[in-house]
Nanobody, 128 residues
Framework: QVQLVESGGGSVQAGGSLRLSCAVSGNVNDNRCVAWIRQAPGKEREGVAAFYFGGSITWYADSVKGRFTISGDSADYTLNLQMNSLKPEDTAMYYC?????????????????????WGQGTQVTVSS
């Protein structure tokens, strides 16, 4: 089992910044992919960014490239998402999710159903 606990959500005006963190524990080693996945009201879940601890490899959705930065620390298996230049369309519940293995093995990293372990989520609200 892998446990994930998110923190750092909140409300901010457009153009502002927030930093999300995810504490990963349990059956954890470098052969783990952890992603930030968001879901806005009435919309499907969307992969935002992913991080593979074995090599610190990153992936980003086109909608957040240049604005969001994902980073991880294999010393304590924490994952962060620095979100800058936030837009109202970034408003969503943000989940930290994990799966065993490389992020793009078997299915694209944005395939949300491929993630077996999920946190409870943290709300991000961006006002215009």
């Amino acid at each position: 089992q892998v446990q994930l606990v998110e923190s750092g959500g909140g409300s901010v005006q457009a153009g502002g910044s927030l930093r999300l963190s995810c504490a990963v524990s349990g059956n954890v080693n470098d052969n783990r992919c952890v992603a930030w996945i968001r879901q806005a009201p009435g919309k499907e879940r969307e992969g935002v960014a992913a991080f593979y601890f074995g090599g610190s490899i990153t992936w980003y959705a086109d909608s957040v490239k240049g604005r969001f930065t994902i980073s991880g620390d294999s010393a304590d298996y924490t994952l962060n998402l620095q979100m800058n230049s936030l837009k109202p369309e970034d408003t969503a519940m943000y989940y930290c999710a994990a799966k065993i293995g490389y992020c793009d093995t078997g299915s694209h990293w944005t395939t949300t159903s491929s993630y077996r372990y999920w946190g409870q989520g943290t709300q991000v609200t961006v006002s215009s």
